[in-house]
């Protein structure tokens, strides 16, 4: 998305990519849900299928049979989104013929309560996040949610409230023993 928040995450994606030997074919960004198609037709080079078709026209009267081809030319896509804005990215992706390409995204692309129908379009965005936000059966979880009804926007808030409280009591025991680890709400933690 075009601002600070999508500049930055595309940024520090890139260079740390490129540190690791990967090569950033190319980066689109957008503005609102009317730029999502025309975004998503010119950074898979769509336009310039179309555009071979209506050369082919010119030079002849047959009827052509025609299925638009997409760039080849990556592995992946890395998107940056919030939730509303991936579940309408997704699917316009398979629509454009990109429906197979793996895609990757931040935490962010998740608000963070299973709604199966609302969600679904996620369906096949690879993305991380901490087993709090994942597991419902989390008994403080539930009495968090039971008695702050607001609180599923601070859920990652209190999951590391969680294990920092667990953690504290522990840490002279991480410290004499280097490769112990703790497997708390936010993930494994090791010093």
Known sequence: PNGDWGF???????????????????????GSQKDFARVIKDTLNLNQSNARLRD???????????????????????????????????????????????????????????????????????????????????ELKQVIQQHIPKSRTFQRMYALGADTYRLYPRLSQMAALPNSRVYGETGTLRL
Do not use: C
Request: proline content about 7%; charged content about 25%; cysteine-free.
């Open 8 to 30: 930055d995450i595309a940024e520090n994606f890139n260079l740390h990519w490129q540190t690791l030997g990967g090569n950033v074919i190319d980066t689109a960004t957008f």
């Open 56 to 138: 082919l026209k010119r030079f002849t009267r047959d009827k052509i049979e025609f299925t638009p081809r997409r760039r080849n030319d990556f592995d992946f896509i890395f998107l940056v989104a919030r939730p509303k804005e991936a579940r309408l990215i997704k699917p316009l992706m398979a629509y454009h013929y990109a429906g197979k390409v793996p895609v990757y995204s931040t935490s962010r692309v998740y608000v963070g309560s299973p709604n199966p129908n609302k969600n679904k379009d996620l369906n096949g965005i690879k993305f991380t996040e901490i087993p709090w936000v994942l597991e419902n059966d989390i």
